[in-house]
């Protein structure tokens, strides 16, 4: 708060009661001070600045002592002040600015000074709305499309720690249909791994990188300097030094004497800087999180479009990026989601650069403000920054926790123990030649390169066959085959009962009308189709008929008589002696 003291100073009254920091306090108590500086610098009224200057010499105590009380009395105010807090607010009916101070209601006494909203554009209300919620390493997982970040406050703090899009954040990537119109909402999403577009956004990594490809893209300087020994001219002593008095010279060429002899010139060289590939692998993902945060990443299904006009390539992307994009990065895989008519509509779109999987950079991605993937060239993306490392063999290759070589084991104690007791045995052994002969006999020296030396000659193991033993039971042979015979019938089929389906096969038979009674009605069926094609029937087939019928009817006689069983079998012919 700021006083207004009086000349006089018998009378202090409050000119105003306004807020204010402490640094516009300072500057309020050395006012009169500043005011008192400029007057002594005046070059018009030089005998009254030395007064004026005596004047602030010897009361400059008082000056400060006025300084200390007008400290004490603004503490006053201000605690005095404390449930009050001050308005500005534009009167739409009023040409100027009205201040007027209220009190602070309930729950808001920590707030700052209320904006007004109308004076506010739509753009720039976000800076001024508090968040909701701080984010937290802890936080519940949030699933993330571009452009939705934390809040500001958190991440401006620990921008180098804090990723854009938060911890435990599921990230999601619409995938737009490139040949359609603006209205199209057949839209797809695909989820991203965090580890390369949910990363911390180092701008100091990104610096480096930049310039990498920057001084790489300069190429190899052709500027050239000479030695002044490589200039034309005599290497003799310019002039005699003694007794000259003159400072002493060396050659008429040397350096400084004429324009362009130089200690160290320039020589061509490569300008090309040195950077470590892991920093190039990671700025790779960091660019990448970048471009996620601020919504300047879009994935479509496919670069095949039917027409060759620059006109359509045009309006898809503006379907896609919106009128205000000045500028387009468009990566595909291969020939397998690009087609010449595109080639052809985006070559002579100067702010569009057309770019392969493999011509990707972060030059290009910090160049181009949007970034358009297929999205096969997004997979592709991401599976060559995953394998990366294992591609330049970064990943351990030991299997310690420190990625260090293991240590050699020690031996165990009286591991050899057999061995020797076994050889101490034989040498104290009275001396057998045949047992001697058979122990050398009964082992060889061993082929492979790893494992013992020698092995027996006879390998008890080697008719062994392994074979794959089953709980279940084997199938059936014509299951097991029916592939070779195109049978139709399904496999749980051919697991049925047989005998059941015997039975029920029968069982329809005799129930149905049509059953023949006797060989006869067989034969009769069979040729009554035969019947009507001739018109009438020979001799031989009724012969044949009357012979079946006596057939069946002896047949039927013999089957009668149980006490003869033999006349049965031979009706018409003597039967056979007894033996």
């Excluded at 119109?181 to 791994?193: A, C, F, L, Q, R």
């Excluded at 577009?197 to 930049?210: A, E, N, Q, S």
């Excluded at 020939?335 to 392969?356: G, P």
């Excluded at 392994?466 to 697991?495: I, M, Q, R, W």
Aim: contains cysteine; neutral net charge; charged residues 30%.
């Amino acid at each position: 708060m700021f006083l207004k003291l009086c000349q006089g100073g018998l009378g202090r009254r409050v000119a105003k009661t306004v807020a204010r920091a402490a640094e516009q306090r300072r500057e309020a108590r050395t006012f009169r001070f500043t005011t008192k500086l400029k007057e002594l610098h005046t070059q018009n009224e030089e005998m009254a600045s030395c007064q004026k200057k005596k004047k602030i010499m010897t009361c400059s105590g008082d000056l400060v002592e006025k300084g200390k009380n007008a400290d004490i009395h603004l503490e006053g105010m201000e605690q005095r002040q404390e449930r009050f807090h001050v308005e500005r607010t534009r009167n739409t009916t009023c040409d100027g600015a009205v201040d007027y101070v209220g009190e602070v209601p309930v729950g808001e006494e920590d707030t700052f000074d209320r904006v007004n909203e109308k004076a506010v554009s739509e753009e720039y209300k976000f800076i001024f709305d508090r968040p909701k919620h701080l984010a937290h390493v802890d936080d519940e997982p949030v699933v993330r499309r571009p452009g939705c970040i934390i809040d500001i406050k958190t991440l401006l703090r620990n921008n180098w720690t804090f990723p854009a899009v938060g911890f435990n954040s599921k990230l999601e990537i619409p995938i737009y249909k490139f040949e359609c119109g603006p209205d199209d909402e057949n839209i797809k999403y695909v989820s991203v791994p965090n580890d390369i577009f949910g990363l911390p956004i180092r701008p100091d990594i990104l610096h480096k990188c930049y310039y990498f490809y920057r001084t790489a893209l300069a190429g190899y300087t052709e500027r050239m300097q000479l030695y002044k020994w490589e200039w034309p001219g005599s290497t003799k002593k310019y002039r005699s030094q003694k007794k000259s008095g003159k400072a002493r010279m060396n050659w008429r060429k040397t350096c400084g004497r004429y324009l362009g002899v130089k200690n160290h010139p320039l020589r061509p060289f490569d300008q090309r800087t040195k950077i470590n590939r892991k920093l190039l692998w990671k700025g790779m993902k960091i660019i990448l999180s970048a471009k996620f945060a601020q919504d300047q990443i879009k994935v479509v299904d496919n670069f095949l479009i039917k027409s060759h006009k620059t006109k359509y390539a045009v309006k898809y992307l503006r379907n896609i990026l919106g009128n205000n994009c000045n500028s387009a990065l468009l990566v595909h895989e291969g020939k397998t989601d690009v087609n010449d008519n595109f080639f052809w509509a985006c070559a002579n779109i100067a702010s569009v650069k057309r770019e392969n999987v493999q011509g990707v950079n972060i030059y290009n991605l910090l160049k181009y403000r949007y970034v358009v993937f297929t999205y096969k060239a997004l997979q592709n993306l991401i599976y060559e920054l995953k394998t990366y490392p294992h591609k330049m063999k970064w990943l351990p290759t030991c299997a310690t926790p420190d990625n260090s070589v293991a240590p050699i084991p020690e031996k165990v104690k009286n591991w050899d123990i057999t061995w020797k007791e076994k050889k101490r045995r034989n040498n104290f052994a009275f001396f057998d030649k045949e047992a001697l002969k058979k122990n050398i006999e009964e082992w060889k020296w061993s082929s492979d390169l790893k494992g013992a030396l020698k092995v027996k000659k006879k390998d008890p193991y080697k008719n062994f066959i392994l074979t794959k033993f089953s709980c279940n039971e084997p199938l059936p042979e014509f299951v097991k085959y029916e592939y070779l015979f195109n049978v139709e019938d399904s496999v749980d089929g051919a697991h049925g009962d047989v005998a059941t389906d015997v039975g029920g096969i029968l069982e329809e038979m005799l129930n149905d009308d049509d059953y023949l009674e006797g060989r006869s009605a067989l034969s009769a069926l069979g040729l009554g189709a035969a019947e009507n094609d001739r018109g009438e029937m020979g001799e031989e087939a009724a012969h044949d008929e009357d012979s079946d019928d006596n057939s069946d009817d002896n047949s039927h006689d013999n089957c009668d008589g149980d006490d003869d069983g033999d006349h049965a079998e031979y009706p018409d012919e003597e039967l056979p002696p007894r033996e």
